[in-house]
């Protein structure tokens, strides 16, 4: 009997049956899904009650107004994402050193975007796992191991500026942020997973673009009520998009676990191959963290360099004392040695201050799994989602004086021994600190310092970066510099 003769057999009214069965449970799975969105947001306006904040479209929420709200509002206020989603936005060191001196986990809505791409690595795992896995890799980044990074990074840093050199003598202006990211790519390709990637000359930006797309994609899809279903957002342009992107990232960072396997060194994990139970990574937590740091490793770095570079050739006064200062360490020499990265106060001032006004990531959010109890009294219950906007800490009224304007002396630490730890925390704070920290700031240091060694930097007055928060800080039209090289 063929197929057709059997579906034959049935009757037509079976068929109904079926038709009508499956509208039906598709009815009941979309009835489903409402009353939990519509319990979502009773539970959220209940949770934030005691919380006044700005008014927010009923559909998309505050995703379309921009408004300074923090001034109004200098401790916390509800910020609405759709009509469902809502986090409480926290930007005063009280309410940021209640959060960041937890362990807390990362809250697992806005996170979840970022697993498809990274996986379940430091940045959104929690709980033993995350522990176990903090615990292995901190030996990496003992400064034993960090000081053998010096000589790479500088190398890497000569080359791109080997290649500005007809920026300089053309005088046109250049965009700084991919030259900066192919380095900083470049960086951590041979400090962290010992390879020569030629990426800066070969000019093989592939993963470089590919981030970038990721990163635009995932706050897309954040802010975008409807994309937050899996479904939605699979079968659309941007799904389509994502998926393409992570196949490119993929690609690029499997070739490195896959290199791994074949030599046995990685060089931040190489020294936590087992723990004491004799228990090493999975192939999946290896790739995890691989994709982790290659993310976090060059893109975050890339962003920070990019606007000190930025903000010194705006602010040619304290260009000049770094450059004095960078000459006076240097003494000759053509780069920075261990020893000499102590010895730079005044630019680590100018980085620290660039890095307030601009921190290459301007917010990171928790989930609560227990009551919180504020300063002022007021409290937000389990299951609460608090998101730490850096950029708004970084920029209260109430803790900075003249918040929006550059003043490296700020760091002085007369100046700063009152002012609370939780007020400045590009890298985080608390057990959940960024791991990183100590190889960011010393490429940091390493980069600016040769960098003003060569170049005297100059502002661009007619293309004025235009900041727009993603997962990591970026601006919308580049960020652009002129250059003049200088005798050396």
Known sequence: MSLSESFGCFPSSWFGFVQHSLALLCLVGVVYKVVVLLIQRRDALRNFKAFTGPPGHWFFGHVLQMVKWGEEHPYAFPLWFGPCVCYMNIHHPDYVKSILTSTEPKDDYAYKFIKTWIGDGLLVSHGQKWFRHRRLLTPGFHYDVLKSHLKLMSASAKTMLDKWERYSSSGESFELFEHVSLMTLDTIMKCAFSRNSNCQTERSARYIKSVYQLTDLINLRFRTFPYHNDLIFYLSPHGFRHRRACKVAHSHTGKISIAWHAIKWFVFLCPIVKDENEQGLSDEDI??????????????????????????????????????????????????????????????????????????????????????????????????????????????????????????????????????????????????????????????????????????????????????????????????IRIKTLDT
């Open 287 to 480: 790739r995890a963290e691989v994709d982790t740091f290659m993310f976090e490793g060059h893109d975050t770095t890339a962003s920070g360099i990019s606007f000190i570079l930025h903000t010194l050739a705006c602010h040619p006064e304290h260009q000049n004392k770094c450059r004095e200062e960078i000459a006076q360490v240097l003494n000759g020499k053509d780069t920075l040695e261990w020893e000499d990265l102590s010895k730079l106060p005044y630019t680590t001032m100018c980085i620290k201050e660039s890095l307030r006004l601009f921190p290459p990531v301007p917010g990171m959010a928790r989930k609560l799994t227990k009551p919180i109890t504020f300063l002022d009294g007021r409290t937000m219950p389990a299951g609460s989602l608090v998101g730490t906007s850096v950029y708004a800490l970084h920029r209260n009224a109430t803790v900075w004086e003249n918040p929006n304007v550059f003043d490296p002396l700020r760091f002085l630490p007369e100046n700063s021994c009152e002012r609370s730890p939780h007020a400045f925390v590009p890298f985080s704070a608390g057990p959940r600190n960024c791991i990183g920290q100590n190889f960011a700031m010393n490429e940091l240091k390493v980069v600016v310092a040769l960098t003003l060694r060569r170049y005297q930097l100059m502002e661009d007055p007619t293309r004025k970066p235009k900041i727009i928060p993603r997962v990591v800080l970026r601006s919308l039209n580049g960020i652009h």
